[in-house]
Structures are given as structure tokens and as C-alpha cells.
């Protein structure tokens, strides 16, 4: 897989290979930097261009994680004692 900077400067994943049905073309800038975009009908592959992957478009999922069970549940909230007054139910809200 090779990182590549799309001509919008978004980052794009592509595979290290190149591919006979990719849709990007890629391409190395005098500076070292790699470079892509995507092939159109009014602007195909240019001869020093690969035609490239995105590795979304190949990738395969990773088998789902279950999250682990919880052994005990949470704690129920505490009622406030009755010499406690909520205050929160009267203010308004903060004005920045």
C-alpha cells in the first residue's frame, strides 16, 4: 500500500501494485512527493502515470469485534438526600 496526496491534498491509500481496472492515476513529483487523481473520460492516464487501486476498493473487512460483556452493571444513580436542592433545574443556560 502507498500513501498518495490527491490533486484536492486529501491523503489516499492505494495498493503497491498496479491494476488494470484502477480508476486513480499515480505519479512521483520532481520533489519525492506522490501524487494522485482520478481518471476520467476527458482526462485518461497519461504515459507516465500508473494506473492504481484505491485499497478501500480491494481491502478486506477484518472480522467484526464483538465488545466484551459487561460483568456487572453500573451502579444506579443515588437519589440526592432531601436536604439537597437541584440547581441545575433552575438555571439557564451559560451565554458565551
Request: glycine share 4%; aromatic share 4%; proline share 15%.
Amino acid at each position: 500500500m502507498r500513501w498518495t496526496t490527491t490533486m484536492a491534498g486529501a491523503r489516499l491509500l492505494v495498493d503497491a501494485e498496479p491494476h488494470l481496472d484502477g480508476n486513480t492515476a499515480v505519479w512521483t513529483e520532481a520533489t519525492g512527493t506522490v501524487r494522485s487523481r482520478r481518471i476520467t473520460a476527458d482526462l485518461p492516464a497519461r504515459p507516465w502515470e500508473r494506473v492504481m487501486m484505491p485499497h478501500v476498493a480491494t481491502c478486506e473487512p477484518v472480522a467484526r469485534q464483538e465488545p466484551l460483556p459487561s460483568l456487572t452493571p453500573p451502579p444506579a444513580p443515588t437519589p440526592d438526600p432531601p436536604n439537597v436542592i437541584r440547581l441545575d433545574r433552575y438555571r439557564g443556560r451559560r451565554k458565551t
